[in-house]
């Protein structure tokens, strides 16, 4: 399964877009990636997920470049409540979709 | 519709003592996973499960042991629980199918002693 190398830690003010930028360069050919959200003391949370190009859904956006080597979660407009772990995952999503979690990105919202 | 329950939500046990954590998903999942983790850390993998009697090892498997009598239920087995399994646990489910997600619990938080 692919390696993802993400920041450890952000920070940005209510209101702001984020952007967390995962990097996975030894991504194969039928690899997705998957953004999962973290509250302490619960589990992780779907956010998005995709294969190439950009995916928007109500919560976020995913910008894939050409070469899939990286990704883009965007998140628009936080709040005080967006503050999380993120996790970048790539894998083969279909089979038995044996997730690899690293230790994510830390997003610290501040009023 | 509960989603993923976890049962028990904290526990405490002495170095030896054994237990077993139950989970539980309503979504009629095919697919369900036991992972850990440890303050700071991603999750962990520990064992899997694709499908109603079967079951299988995923990364950090030793010292736990899994069963799945019931397509409902996950359980967790500690037989012999050692200090360096303390962390919390989360279970998840999965349907069968090409992109589908994983859904979580709310974990289970064991601390040995």
């Known amino acids: 399964l692919a390696k993802t190398t993400q920041p450890i830690s952000m920070d940005s003010y209510e209101g702001q877009e984020v952007n967390i930028t995962c990097s996975h360069n030894n991504i194969a050919t039928n690899d997705y990636i998957t953004w999962y959200q973290q509250f302490p003391s619960q589990g992780p949370r779907f956010i998005i997920q995709g294969y190439k190009t950009k995916v928007t859904n109500e919560v976020a956006s995913l910008f894939i470049p050409a070469d899939r080597k990286s990704s883009t979660l965007s998140l628009p407009r936080v709040s005080l409540s967006d503050t999380a772990v993120y996790y970048c995952l790539v894998g083969l999503i279909g089979g038995y979709n044996k997730l690899i979690f690293g230790a994510g990105t830390r997003l610290a919202v501040h009023p | 519709n509960a989603g993923v329950t976890q049962t028990p939500k904290f526990r405490v046990l002495k170095t030896g003592q054994s237990m077993t954590l139950l989970c539980a998903q309503d979504m009629n999942h095919e697919y369900m996973y036991w992972y850990r983790q440890d303050p700071g850390m991603g999750l962990r993998l520990i064992h899997y499960s694709v499908g109603e009697g079967t079951t299988a090892k995923g990364e950090v498997p030793d010292g736990y042991n899994v069963s799945r009598l019931k397509k409902q239920n996950f359980l967790l087995g500690l037989e012999s629980a050692a200090p360096s399994q303390t962390s919390v646990y989360f279970c998840?489910?999965?349907?069968?199918?090409?992109?589908?997600?994983?859904?979580f619990g709310p974990g289970t938080r064991l601390l040995v002693l």
């Open positions: 998840a489910s999965r349907t069968k199918g090409f992109g589908e997600t994983q859904y």
